[in-house]
């Protein structure tokens, strides 16, 4: 893995602004998640923020790889230390979907929604996702890295054959290259006021985002889980983020965490 060097950039930020206090550019990293984490142990404060030109190692959700071409998409961590109990920090996955979807439909006029529990998707096409990890199991308060990963300019034929089909890019839903540096800013903004709601008025703030930008309440929807797999309309959300679904037997199963498909007619993915 080659790390390049890294810089410190000014995006001139309010200075009462906490998340993107501190960000280091890098060129080309493995994954800024890691990066963030060695800053992270190394005592950085809350709110600092790792951005890259490229991954070699970027990771999605269950270990998969994250497309992460030079130049055409946009590679973030953000370390947070929230002082929340384990259990609820699929709320931080929320949290950051729904300041990325606010910051990117505000600044580009696509119609970003969100797929429980981290996809950012444009129709059902997916733009961008959010990995959060836990950096220090029994930390006080724990450290959090919310990796955020969003196609900027990547034209879909240069997607890897099985993304070509799935797959999405800000160029490619509405014809228009966008600046990273501009996006960026304007995710770091929305994403420290959702934080700052967030601590002032609990997860109300956060579902609040969800309930305007969500694409999986009322889908019927077909939840994999560590647990095996529940089928049913998606009802609501939790105070923890976890997805609330009505089985046909009128059950109603909280899926914690798991990979779900929206479902229309036929039990086909949509
Ligand atoms: C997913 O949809 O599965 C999550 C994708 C998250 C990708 C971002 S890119 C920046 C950060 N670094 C990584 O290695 N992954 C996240």
Redo the contacts with the bound molecule.
């Keep these: 893995m080659k790390t390049s060097t890294a810089e410190q950039i000014d995006l001139s930020l309010p200075s009462a602004t906490v998340i993107g206090s501190q960000v280091w550019h890098y060129r080309e990293v493995g994954?800024?998640?890691d990066v963030c984490k060695d800053l992270a142990s190394a005592g950085a404060p809350e709110g600092c923020c790792v951005v890259a030109d490229a991954?070699t190692?970027?990771?999605?959700?269950l270990g998969?790889p994250?497309f992460?071409p030079p130049g055409q998409g946009l590679?973030?961590?953000c370390l947070l230390r929230p002082a929340l109990p384990p259990d609820s920090l699929p709320l931080c996955t929320l949290l950051a979907g729904g300041a990325t979807a606010r910051a990117l439909a505000e600044a580009t006029g696509a119609a970003v929604r969100l797929k429980w529990p981290?996809?950012l998707i444009v129709g059902e096409k997916k733009l961008g996702?959010?990995?959060t990890e836990l950096l220090t199991p029994g930390g006080e308060p724990p450290a959090v890295i919310i990796?955020?990963?969003i196609n900027v300019t990547i034209p879909l034929e240069t997607f890897p054959p099985e993304l070509q089909t799935t797959s999405t890019s800000l160029l490619a839903a509405t014809g228009r290259p966008f600046e990273r540096p501009a996006l960026l800013k304007a995710i770091l903004l929305e994403l420290d006021s959702a934080y700052a709601a967030f601590q002032q008025e609990g997860p109300g703030a956060v579902l609040e985002a969800w309930r305007v930008y969500g694409a999986t309440l009322g889908e019927r929807v077909r939840a994999e889980t560590t647990d095996g797999t529940v089928e049913g309309e998606a009802v609501g959300l939790t105070d923890q983020g976890h997805l609330v679904v009505r089985t046909g037997e009128g059950l109603e199963v909280p899926v914690i965490t798991g990979d779900v498909v929206h479902l229309r007619g036929g039990g086909q993915p949509a």
């Design positions: 994954s800024t998640n991954q190692g970027g990771r999605g959700r998969r994250w992460s590679y973030l961590s981290n996809d996702g959010i990995l990796g955020i990963g």
